[in-house]
Structure formats: C-alpha cells, structure tokens
T-cell receptor, first 112, second 116 residues
C-alpha cells in the first residue's frame, strides 16, 4: 500500500492565487519527485529533489526536500487555468532501490 | 514522437480473457517500469527491467501477471484470466540509470483496462 500521505486531497482556488501541497511519510526518502497528471494521460515530471533541504524552482513551481528526509512540499504561485490537474508526490525510499512510491494525489481546480 | 509509447490506449475485455499490453520506452533508456493506477489513487509499482533482466517484482504482481522485455527494448505485460479487480490504468515508464546522464521516470500515456 501507499507509504506517502499527501494533502490536501483536493483544492478549489481562484486564478491568481498561490497553492501549497505537501507529502509526509514515516520513512526516509533519498529522492522526492513531483508529477502532474491530466485526465487520461500519464504523469509528467515537474520537479526532482535529491538532497535534504534542497529548494528547487521550475517557473511558477517551487518544491523543497524536507530536512528530515520524510517530507516535501510543492508551491504553485499565481495559478492559471492550465494548472488544473492532479499533482502527485513520489519518492524513492532508501530501501526500495529503483521503484517510486506515490502519494494519493492532490486534485487542483482553478476557477477563472 | 520520441516519448514512451503504450499500446493499446484502451482495452475492454470480458472476465476470464487474457490481455497483453505493449510498451516502447525512450530508445536510449535502459530501465523500464510497469505501474498500475486505480481511480483516485497514485500509481503503484508492479515490476521493472534493466535491459532484458527483470530485477524486481511487487507483491501486487500475482501469478496471473507476467512481464517480458526480451531484447531489452520494448516490453509486454500479460494478464491471464482477467478479473474485474484488474480494471485500472497500466502505466509504463522508462529511465536511463548508470553512467552519465541519469534521468527520472518518463511515463507513457497508459493503457486503460476495463474488465466486464
């Protein structure tokens, strides 16, 4: 089963607002990734994080690798309608080799 | 198109039938993964290959499931005697690991399986 707790499950915001979502776990991860998935499509990688405390930006997106290595957050600034979709955190456990463990996703709705 | 390609995109089958899905990874990627995603959930790992070797299988991969990557290029995932609980999106991903230029997982568009 899932080992990542992602919150919130869904968000309804107005265009232009900032958004924040996070993932937590009781396990230690050595990599954190954030993906976006549109309906009927596969996940698309947004940001990858490899070191505890790392803060990385990709345009309006910013993500951080928690210093305890058990959590990560994603911020989206000045949201636009095309930000709509499901955002997933994913991590690579120290003990799991190559496989990724995914959170349950945050469904984002942006009202124009 | 140089991304990960999956075929078919959609499959409807009757309970008890066998189905086979194909994945063509990005050409220079040496690792290929299969994940399963049910509605409202994140993808769950099934198995992965490094070149033609299947290196890891999840407990989710029952005896009815088999995956191959015979020449280290494309892969197939077969489900025998399908059950309604097999209905899900089956996602393939590929990466390049080891040596220079490691990448994270690039996903295909998935195969949506419906068992009726």
């Amino acid at each position: 089963g899932q080992q990542l707790n992602q919150s919130p499950q869904s968000m309804f915001i107005q265009e232009g607002e900032d958004v924040s979502m996070n993932c937590t776990s009781s396990s230690i991860f050595n990599t954190w990734l954030w993906y976006k998935q549109d309906p009927g499509e596969g996940p698309v990688l947004l940001i990858a994080l490899y070191k505890a405390g790392e803060l990385t930006s990709n345009g309006r997106l910013t993500a951080q690798f928690g210093i305890t290595r058990k959590d990560s957050f994603l911020n989206i600034s000045a949201s636009i309608p095309s930000d709509v979709g499901i955002y997933f955190c994913a991590g690579r456990l120290e003990t799991s080799g190559s496989r990724l463990t995914f959170g349950e996703g945050t469904q984002l709705t942006v009202n124009p | 198109d140089t991304g990960v390609s999956q075929d078919p995109r959609h499959k409807i089958t009757k309970r008890g039938q066998n189905v086979t899905f194909r994945c063509d990874p990005i050409s220079e990627h040496n690792r290929l993964y299969w994940y399963r995603q049910t509605l409202g959930q994140g993808p769950e790992f099934l198995t992965y290959f490094q070149n033609e070797a299947q290196l890891e299988k999840s407990r989710l991969l029952s005896d009815r499931f088999s995956a191959e990557r015979p020449k280290g290029s494309f892969s197939t995932l077969e489900i025998q005697r399908t059950e309604q609980g097999d209905s899900a999106m089956y996602l393939c991903a590929s990466t390049k690991r080891g040596g220079l230029g490691n990448t994270e997982a690039f996903f295909g568009q998935g195969t949506r399986l419906t068992v009726v």
